[in-house]
């Protein structure tokens, strides 16, 4: 959820700072502006999560040299896999997606239940508490899980390949923007 978060705030704050007028007011009254990006944004998490996918997660690990298995089949033929490759890494992500589906299924259904505790004014203090602990908790096991097969993934690719990774998923990124 802290990908999540940080993701909804980055794009309500990003939102925010373009609708500000130069005396710093914010949007005008009735005009949703930044919150309509984070409810967006937070259903592009759901959608992708639910499919078993890590919705960045794992950047820490993809950033830094550790592949994931989806991206690099995406990259096959940039890396020049060989068929024993793609046939480890399409194995790795069948697991990863096995794993990770009924774990994200999960975080979801504990995000829901702390959103409808809101939704019947049922909310106290003791039960945020509890119903957060218990996303976070799902949460790290939904990263844990995608962290894990990055390790695995890099474990199957050469180090020329991982640099074409890097360079095909960061480098160039980076120079699109």
Request: net charge neutral.
């Amino acid at each position: 959820m802290r990908v999540l978060t940080t993701a909804v705030l980055l794009a309500a704050a990003a939102v925010t700072a373009e609708a500000q007028t130069p005396s710093g007011s914010h949007h005008a009254p009735g005009q949703a502006g930044g919150h309509l990006e984070a409810q967006r944004c937070a259903e592009s998490f759901e959608r992708i999560v639910a499919e078993g996918r890590g919705f960045g997660m794992a950047f820490p690990a993809d950033q830094n040299g550790y592949p994931g298995p989806m991206h690099t089949l995406e990259l096959r033929d940039a890396l020049a896999l060989t068929r024993d490759q793609e046939r480890q890494i399409r194995a790795l992500q069948e697991a990863m997606f096995a794993e990770s589906r009924p774990k994200s299924a999960a975080l979801l259904g504990a995000e829901a239940q702390l959103r409808q505790m809101f939704q019947k004014g049922t909310a106290t203090e003791e039960s945020v508490r509890t119903q957060v602990a218990e996303v976070e908790r799902l949460r790290s096991e939904v990263r844990l899980v995608h962290l894990l097969f990055h390790l695995k993934t890099r474990d199957v690719l050469t180090e020329r390949q991982r640099a074409i990774y890097h360079e095909q998923r960061w480098t160039q990124a980076a120079v699109g923007r």
